[in-house]
């Protein structure tokens, strides 16, 4: 069978020099109900910079349990780790998926191989990271789903502002991205990394409110204090 895979031609060659071959692309997803969020929702329009914790770890375990599918996947294709990882959510009318995307690798001349790593990063990525001597372990990712005050507060007392800094919203958006970076740090701690590399962040609206959603790679390196011995260390 040919191999479908993600991967460039420039990724695979990078990662042919690290003894990495192309493996299939490997999916997985998990499609929850959302017809329980309308009582959750119409109590949030007055409420502004509020995680909704219940809607964090509902959009969390549905994240993860895609991801847990996709590595299931590469471990039955006998894959030695998976790059390029992604971790999307896509709404649907009534539900909303959630889905991982990844590219299956194979070591090059290895009869037996499990799923020893997953990251975000691209092979070409991958390639500098670890020849910087930062050895992956997992995809990581942190998440906050939190509502705006949709129905006024903040946006009523804007209607008269012309220009300026709107600093409750800076505020907001402070906190939200602090909080997910101490959730994406745990999760690297949890995974046994000393540091969370090539982290993104993006904010995605959800039914009414935002989920700030960061996501990276938990490695390993060396150099840095042991896992543990104090939070790791995250870098873009």
Do not use: W
């Amino acid at each position: 069978m040919p191999i479908l895979t993600g991967l460039s031609g420039n990724e695979i060659y990078c990662l042919h020099l690290h003894g990495l071959s192309p493996g299939d692309i490997v999916v997985g997803n998990s499609v929850f109900s959302v017809g329980f969020l309308g009582g959750i929702v119409s109590g949030l329009k007055n409420l502004v910079g509020v995680e909704v914790s219940e809607i964090t770890s509902i959009i969390h375990e549905g994240r993860e349990k895609a991801l847990e599918r996709m590595v299931h996947e590469a471990q039955a294709r006998g894959g030695a780790g998976i790059t390029g990882v992604s971790s999307e959510l896509v709404q649907h009318h009534g539900n909303v998926e959630f889905l991982s995307i990844g590219s299956c690798l194979h070591r090059d001349g290895a009869s037996q191989e499990k799923i020893e790593f997953s990251t975000s990063a691209d092979g070409q990525e991958l390639y500098c990271q670890t020849d910087a001597g930062f050895n992956p372990l997992k995809f990581a990712f942190g998440n906050v789903a939190y509502s705006i005050g949709v129905g006024g507060g903040i946006l009523g007392a804007l209607r008269g502002l012309g220009r300026g800094e709107v600093v409750e919203y800076s505020t907001i958006f402070d906190k939200t991205r602090h909080l997910a970076l101490e959730r994406i740090s745990s999760d690297a701690v949890a995974a046994g990394a000393n540091a969370v590399v090539g982290i993104e962040t993006s904010i995605i609206p959800f039914r009414g409110m935002q989920e700030m959603v960061m996501i990276g790679t938990a490695s390993h390196h060396a150099a840095l204090p042991a896992p543990g011995a104090g939070p790791p260390v995250t870098a873009t």
